[in-house]
Each structure stands twice: as structure tokens, then as C-alpha cells.
């Protein structure tokens, strides 16, 4: 049988280790200043840590509990408000890699998440990149 994405993560519980990980670097480690900054402009790194789990655990195979509670997952529509440069995209990135590592997930499915979340990412972007 065919593991999913989320299995791989070790299920809901190992995602949402994942997205504080994720987080707790976002809040400390200074790529992730512009990432913070553009979520106070939203609901916050509280809120949004709860969504994060409920959005990647449909995206990666599991229960859709950000699409039972909202009625979607279309990403473009649920960024369209925020301005997302390459740049940030690439330190988000970067971040959730980092987490990835620190999690201790490796291997092949793990490989596949990455090439997903970078298509994801990058599908986002909607600012030019800074210049000079």
C-alpha cells in the first residue's frame, strides 16, 4: 500500500510538529522577518500556525479540515492580498526545508513534498523581485 504525504510526516501529529518547527524558525531566524512581518498584516503566527496544519493536511492526502471549514483550498485566491516576491517564496522555502530536516524527514516521498510545496510557492508570487 501506498504511504501519502502526510503518513510519511507521521500523520496529523508529525504535521503539526512540522508547522511549529516551521514557525518557531519563522519567528527567529532572520529569513523569515518578511514572512512575519506579511502575517501581522493578517491574523498572526497563532492563527495562522492552526491553518497551516488544517490547509497541509488535504494538501498532503489527509482530511481536507481547511476545506470543511472554508469551502476551499485554492491558494492564489487565499494569498491574492498578500505581496509575495520570489525572494519570499525562496525563504519560505528555505525555512520549511530547514524543518523538514530538523523533523528528521528524509527519503523520497519527502523529496516529492519539497518539488510540490516549490511549485506551490512559486505559483504565488505575484510581486516583481527587489532590485539594486
Known amino acids: 500500500m501506498t504511504q501519502t504525504p ?11 510538529r512540522l508547522v511549529n518547527r516551521f514557525y518557531d524558525l519563522v519567528e527567529t531566524d532572520p529569513k523569515g522577518a518578511r514572512i512575519m512581518a506579511l502575517h501581522f498584516q493578517g491574523h498572526g503566527l497563532a492563527h495562522v500556525r492552526e491553518e497551516q496544519v488544517n490547509f497541509l493536511s488535504g494538501f498532503l492526502g489527509g482530511r481536507g479540515h481547511y476545506a470543511e471549514k472554508h469551502g476551499h483550498m485554492d491558494l492564489r485566491l487565499l494569498h491574492d ?3 509575495i516576491r520570489a525572494e519570499d517564496a525562496e525563504d ?11 523533523c528528521g524527514h528524509q527519503g523520497a516521498i519527502v523529496d516529492r513534498i519539497r518539488t510540490v510545496l516549490r511549485r506551490a510557492a512559486m505559483a504565488l508570487v505575484n510581486r516583481p523581485a ?3
Request: net charge negative; proline share 4%; charged share 20%.
Open 130 to 132: 527587489l532590485t539594486g
Open 6 to 16: 502526510l503518513e510519511a510526516l507521521g500523520g496529523e501529529a508529525g504535521l503539526t
Open 81 to 83: 492580498h498578500v505581496p
Open 92 to 102: 519560505w522555502l528555505a525555512l520549511m526545508d530547514r524543518a523538514l530536516l530538523d
